[in-house]
């Protein structure tokens, strides 16, 4: 039985995971500080919007307003898309996580929403000191999301010179996708930008380190031999 497949919107992207992200999947793009993990989302996001898909993103750290600048540096209006009721930028207190599982409820509910990002779950543990709690939090969430019907990014950083793949080290085992985008930095200030394919379901995926640049209409990933 063949899988279905959202696109991830991202060029280069889907012909290293058979298409595309599993459809109502959970995925974990994670990477150190600076590595684009949240203009990624932001394209996944964006293109579904232009395909139909409504969608929602939630951040816990910068303000939308914010978000949405950031994102207009690309071309991307999402202003546009929530006048019309397709998509929500949603600002979320980490100190309130408790309560983040039934937010998602009711706003996918609402929206009808096909896609979500959650930026990021590094913040969910920032009131929470006992990580067992944290652990619980976090498979709540990615249990609800799983509910939802909604193909889904959760955000995570990996901490500076850590083999981590997340902050609390529970988001990979429950999740359905990783994807770990990475870079090194010169002392000329080039950065040289790539991403790995950790993971993915019921997927032949890439195995290799793909080069990956973000230019003026977002990421892109090109082949090795490109």
């Known amino acids: 039985m063949t899988s279905r497949r ?6 280069g992207l889907d012909p290293l995971i058979e298409g595309g992200l599993l459809d ?7 990477g150190e500080t600076g590595t684009g993990k949240t203009i990624f989302s932001l394209q996944f996001i964006w293109n579904g919007l232009r395909k139909g898909d409504s969608g929602i993103y939630i951040t816990l ?25 397709l998509c929500k930028i949603i600002y979320h207190d980490p100190a309130q996580v408790n309560n983040l599982g ?9 929206l009808k929403a ?20 944290i652990r619980k939090l976090l498979l709540n969430i ?3 999301i799983k509910k939802t019907g909604c193909t889904a990014l959760l955000v995570s950083e990996i901490p500076e010179e850590q083999k981590a793949l997340s902050r609390f080290g529970v988001e990979e085992f429950v ?12 002392a000329s200030g080039e950065l040289n930008r790539s991403l790995i394919v ?10 290799d380190i793909y080069p990956m640049e973000i230019g003026k209409d977002g990421v892109h990933i090109r082949r090795v031999d490109d």
Not at 24 to 30: G, P, Q, W
């Open 198 to 207: 950790r993971k993915m379901r019921r997927t032949n995926h890439g195995t």
């Open 142 to 144: 990615i249990n609800i």
């Open 114 to 133: 096909k896609r979500l990002v959650i930026d990021s779950t590094s913040l969910i543990g920032l009131n929470i000191q006992e990580p067992s709690r």
């Open 24 to 30: 109502d999947s959970v995925n974990l793009v994670t």
């Open 102 to 110: 039934s937010i998602i409820i009711d706003e996918i509910k609402t």
């Open 175 to 186: 999740v359905d996708g990783i994807i770990i985008l990475n870079y090194l930095e010169y």
């Open 61 to 85: 750290e910068e303000r939308p307003e914010d978000i949405k600048a950031d994102a207009m540096m690309f071309g991307w209006d999402f202003e546009k898309f929530e006048q019309k009721g």
């Open 6 to 11: 959202i696109a991830s919107g991202i060029p």
